[in-house]
């Protein structure tokens, strides 16, 4: 890790974050100020590169699979931090440290698109071309968008930055919060310039077009946000789906098993992957969860796979998925839910199958194929499109060596519905999707409130007392206490 970025907060907070080193081949900058920083090609590049890094802060690295997949019914908590219990079950306080945590980090990384909006446009080194100074703009319009989608599905509205400031003045830092349909406009707004900036690829080197946001990316979160903002738009969706599917950057789905080994980084299907290398560009986030024959500790992982996820596994016969997803193993510790007593066979988190001590080379997909075309196949279902949808789904479960679905499914669209459901949360369990998508489909209360796990300690079902006020988290208690014109959830 090396140099450290100071980043001014919306809010007026100053923060430092450690910057690890580019995996775009450049360094960030770091001493020098806003004003004077950004006056050739290589400092803004830097400025890029900066922003780009924020995919390996605390949310993206690994919290996110706490709030989507803990929080919901794909995993437990484990471990013994109160604060991670919490979040499983739904009892989320404002003054848990994560919140405020998360949600500096991603105003930190929207402050970082912004130096970059701003400053792109002023360059006048002649190294700087007009294509790569576009380029750049396209780029750091996508990251502030993606930043402001994690933001709203788990915030609601929040405030919209689009200008970075160093100002402390509270006409600056204390903003009050935007609708959650403005932020998705906002999200929109940015992917269209993106999608107008940005090359299908640049260049034939595999570990740069998907390190970067390229055409297919921004088609691909425009989709995702014209399925989740309150108001969807399939028809949307269906046009950026296309987009994806013909870019010249020719995604396509490979086998499953392949997507997880950690051997075919930066794959066809890949469509955005964070660079880890290992070492000092290592991912902690595998240590956390993977068991101690890989990981070669002995104490317990802070997330177990849920009894009703490995039910909805074996209830499709589901064993090419769930053998990439989960691996038993015996442990010494006691498990609440699968055994209540040392010796008890444990399910584990396994789409990460390296630890490495705290520095794994193992990349999580902040975008991926597969994903997309279960959106496509949501969209067509949402426009009673229902043959065709079928078509979409099958696709992924040919790949899993699943029959087709059934004609009953394929006649009805809210059996289809619920069949798309489903098969997200087979094909995308532990990449930080199943909340929004419970909360997209208007399940998350039904589901959560019939989920039948028993606690072992007690022999009495989890009460998780899901109600719709519960969809979105607190608003963290630090940032409330700094600005007076934002309003809890």
């Known amino acids: 890790m090396k140099n450290l970025?100071?980043?001014?907060?919306?809010?007026?907070?100053?923060?430092?974050?450690?910057?690890?080193?580019?995996y775009l081949d450049l360094s960030p900058i770091s001493e020098e100020t806003s004003e004077v920083a950004y006056e050739n090609a290589s400092q803004i590049e830097?400025?890029?590169?900066?922003?780009?890094?924020?995919f390996q802060a605390e949310y993206y690295v690994w919290d996110n699979v706490l709030f989507q997949d803990v929080r919901a019914d794909n995993h437990y908590a484990g471990g013994d931090n109160p604060e991670i219990f919490q979040i499983d079950w739904l009892e989320v306080s404002p003054t848990n440290s994560r919140l405020f945590t998360n949600w500096s980090n991603i105003y930190n990384a929207i402050a970082k698109a912004n130096i970059v909006i701003e400053k792109a446009p002023l360059v006048t080194d002649p190294k700087l071309s007009e294509e790569r100074r576009t380029q750049i703009i396209g780029e750091a319009h996508f990251l502030r968008a993606y930043h402001y989608y994690t933001l709203v599905n788990l915030w609601g509205g929040v405030p919209l930055v689009l200008n970075f400031t160093s100002s402390a003045a509270p006409e600056d830092t204390q903003l009050p919060r935007s609708t959650k349909e403005e932020v998705f406009e906002q999200i929109l707004k940015d992917l269209a310039i993106s999608i107008e900036s940005l090359p299908d690829s640049y260049g034939s080197d595999a570990s740069v077009n998907k390190a970067r946001a390229s055409f297919g990316a921004a088609n691909a979160l425009?989709?995702?946000?014209?399925?989740?903002?309150?108001?969807?738009?399939?028809?949307?969706?269906?046009?950026?789906?296309?987009?994806?599917?013909?870019?010249?950057?020719?995604?396509?789905?490979?086998?499953?098993?392949?997507?997880?080994?950690?051997?075919?980084?930066?794959?066809?299907?890949?469509?955005?992957?964070?660079q880890y290398?290992?070492?000092?560009?290592?991912?902690?986030?595998?240590?956390?969860?993977?068991?101690?024959?890989?990981?070669?500790?002995s104490w317990r992982k802070f997330i177990t796979p849920s009894h009703d996820l490995v039910e909805a596994f074996d209830s499709e016969n589901d064993s090419i998925r769930k053998n990439a997803t989960i691996l038993f193993e015996t442990v010494n510790w006691v498990d609440e839910y699968w055994g209540n007593s040392p010796g008890s066979e444990v399910p584990f988190a396994y789409k990460w199958?390296?630890?490495?001590?705290?520095?794994?080379?193992?990349r999580p997909y902040l975008l991926r194929f597969g994903d997309i075309v279960l959106l496509k196949a949501e969209a067509l279902a949402r426009?009673?499109?229902?043959?065709?949808?079928?078509?979409?789904?099958?696709?992924?479960?040919?790949?899993?060596?699943?029959?087709?679905?059934?004609?009953?499914?394929?006649?009805?669209?809210?059996?289809?519905?619920?069949?798309?459901?489903?098969?997200?949360?087979?094909?995308?369990?532990?990449?930080?999707?199943?909340?929004?998508?419970?909360?997209?489909f208007g399940e998350v209360v039904n589901v959560m409130n019939n989920l039948d796990e028993i606690?072992?300690?007690?022999?009495?079902?989890?009460?998780?007392?899901?109600t719709?006020?519960?969809?979105?988290?607190?608003?963290?208690?630090?940032?409330?206490?700094?600005?007076?014109?934002?309003?809890?959830?």
């Open 5 to 22: 970025i100071n980043i001014v907060l919306f809010s007026g907070l100053i923060v430092s974050i450690s910057a690890c080193e580019d």
């Open 46 to 54: 830097a400025a890029l590169t900066g922003a780009y890094e924020s």
């Open 222 to 274: 425009a989709a995702k946000a014209s399925l989740q903002r309150p108001n969807p738009d399939p028809e949307a969706a269906l046009d950026y789906i296309n987009a994806v599917e013909n870019s010249s950057a020719s995604y396509q789905l490979i086998p499953y098993s392949q997507l997880f080994d950690g051997n075919n980084y930066n794959n066809a299907e890949s469509i955005l992957e964070a």
């Open 277 to 297: 290398l290992g070492g000092n560009e290592g991912n902690f986030g595998p240590q956390l969860v993977l068991p101690p024959s890989i990981s070669g500790d």
């Open 353 to 362: 199958k390296s630890a490495d001590g705290w520095a794994s080379s193992n």
């Open 383 to 440: 426009l009673n499109r229902l043959g065709q949808a079928a078509t979409e789904v099958n696709r992924i479960r040919d790949r899993a060596n699943l029959p087709d679905l059934s004609a009953s499914v394929e006649a009805n669209q809210e059996n289809m519905l619920a069949a798309i459901l489903k098969e997200r949360r087979l094909e995308l369990a532990q990449e930080s999707e199943r909340w929004n998508d419970l909360v997209r």
């Open 455 to 466: 606690d072992l300690r007690t022999g009495e079902p989890t009460n998780y007392q899901m």
């Open 468 to 489: 719709q006020d519960k969809i979105l988290l607190p608003i963290p208690q630090e940032e409330l206490d700094r600005n007076p014109n934002l309003d809890q959830n």
